[in-house]
């Protein structure tokens, strides 16, 4: 799995690499996902995004700094999972911040 995070474009670009496996769930994917970015040294947390009280149907994951500094969250969650797009090579996500001193 290879993660590009472009802050000026606000956007998060995940690649499926040949060795990986197949993801067949949003929440295994924003794990993975959280999983790699935590071995580059950020300090995030996955979560659904309903139970830090945003407006969005349950069952939608997102992960987000624990200093709330940014966020990563799939977009298009209401149309498409994000996991299915991986799953062809590429998925592009959300990603902004509350805080920019906390990037």
């Given at each position: 799995?290879?993660?590009?995070?472009?802050?000026?474009?606000?956007?998060?670009?995940?690649?499926?690499e040949?060795?990986d496996?197949?993801?067949y769930?949003?929440?295994?994917?924003?794990?993975?996902i959280?999983?790699?970015l935590?071995?580059?040294?950020?300090?995030?947390?996955?979560k659904e995004?309903?139970?830090?009280?945003?407006?969005?149907?349950?069952?939608?994951?997102?992960?987000?700094?624990?200093?709330?500094?940014?966020?990563?969250?799939?977009?298009?969650?209401?149309?498409?999972?994000?996991?299915?797009?991986?799953?062809?090579g590429?998925?592009?996500?959300?990603?902004?911040?509350?805080r920019?001193?906390?990037?």
């Open positions: 799995m290879l993660i590009q995070l472009n802050f000026q474009e606000n956007v998060a670009i995940v690649r499926k040949d060795k496996k197949k993801i769930q949003d929440s295994e994917l924003f794990h993975k959280k999983r790699k935590q071995e580059l040294g950020f300090d995030c947390i996955k995004i309903v139970k830090d009280g945003h407006l969005v149907s349950e069952g939608e994951y997102y992960l987000r700094d624990r200093r709330w500094g940014w966020w990563i969250f799939n977009p298009n969650y209401e149309i498409r999972a994000a996991y299915q797009d991986y799953n062809e590429k998925v592009t996500l959300r990603l902004g911040w509350w920019r001193d906390k990037l």
